[in-house]
């Protein structure tokens, strides 16, 4: 049972990273992304590649493929997302859509279409046993980002002007734009902090897990889910949701294999019908 915890807390971390940039689009932008899992395999795609055909070193392609996606994110929502948001934020949804269907189909032809897995180790430390459960060092190392990156993404939030922004954009956008605040701005670099934090998990998880373009609409669900669970407008909630649901994913596919997501589902709706906003949620935003 043990090693049930551990290895659900630590796929949790990377659940944590992927949804970190789809709370904070969902809290401040109101939509829902549906080519956020595209960033996550975009930029396990771009580790790969970088880090084997372009003989970077893997903490290089990791933060170059990183650098990427944020600024892919970045200009998808500038050139395409950003006319359809002023006009109907809720169009948004099918357009993203079909943008990640065109970007997986893109990155297919570009990285190629199959599973990438890169060997990392930490050198001198490849292991670490806790008790009788033995994990890799990379593991650990992908943990301790996701609780780094959780304190940047408080710290940006509370502790800047920029943070200030997005706090009155997301309350109250035409009160922040009579404030002088440049919403369109705002928007534009939410998502690219969005990118940063996808594509990052993407990166990490190139080096733990096989990961191909297919899969990025169930990261897009687990991203979703992830959110629904911590609640939306608290970060950390998005990380104790992230390591409650990587728990649950591990002693139900252990468990109860042939009924695992069922299960998943079925503990979700519960949730929800107890508690809305989620374990850790603010509450709703009311915009006027």
């Not at 944590?16 to 109101?30: N, P, S």
């Not at 042939?258 to 079925?266: H, K």
Request: positive net charge.
């Amino acid at each position: 049972m043990a090693d049930l915890v551990i290895y659900g807390l630590l796929s949790g971390a990377i659940f944590a990273m992927a949804a970190f940039g789809f709370a904070l689009v969902l809290g401040v932008l109101g939509v829902v992304n549906m080519a956020h899992g595209l960033y996550v395999v975009m930029g396990g795609g771009l580790t790969h590649v970088l880090a084997t055909q372009g003989g970077l070193p893997v903490p290089l392609a990791m933060l170059v493929a990183t650098l990427a996606t944020g600024v892919f994110a970045a200009a998808m929502h500038k050139a395409f997302v950003e006319r359809i948001f002023k006009k109907n934020p809720l169009m948004v949804l099918v357009q993203t859509f079909g943008l990640s269907i065109v970007g997986v189909k893109l990155l297919e032809k570009t990285v190629g279409a199959g599973e990438r897995l890169l060997r990392v180790d930490v050198p001198g430390y490849p292991i670490v046993e806790i008790g009788p459960v033995i994990i890799p060092t990379i593991e650990l190392v992908v943990f301790g980002t996701a609780v780094l990156s959780m304190v940047v993404l408080l710290l940006l939030l509370d502790r800047t002007d920029f943070g200030r922004s997005i706090r009155a954009c997301r309350d109250n956008p035409r009160s922040a734009s009579i404030l002088q605040v440049n919403v369109d701005w705002v928007y534009t670099w939410t998502m690219f902090i969005c990118g940063i934090c996808t594509g990052l998990a993407g990166a990490l998880l190139v080096g733990t897990k096989p990961l191909a373009p297919y899969m990025h609409l169930q990261w897009t669900v687990d991203a979703f889910l992830v959110v629904i669970i911590g609640g939306l407008g608290s970060i950390p909630g998005v990380l104790a949701g992230a390591f409650l649901y990587g728990i649950a994913n591990y002693f139900a596919f252990y468990y109860f294999p042939s009924i695992a997501p069922a299960l998943i589902f079925g503990a979700l709706i519960l949730l929800l019908l107890l508690r809305p906003q989620g374990l850790f949620g603010l509450g709703a935003v009311e915009r006027k």
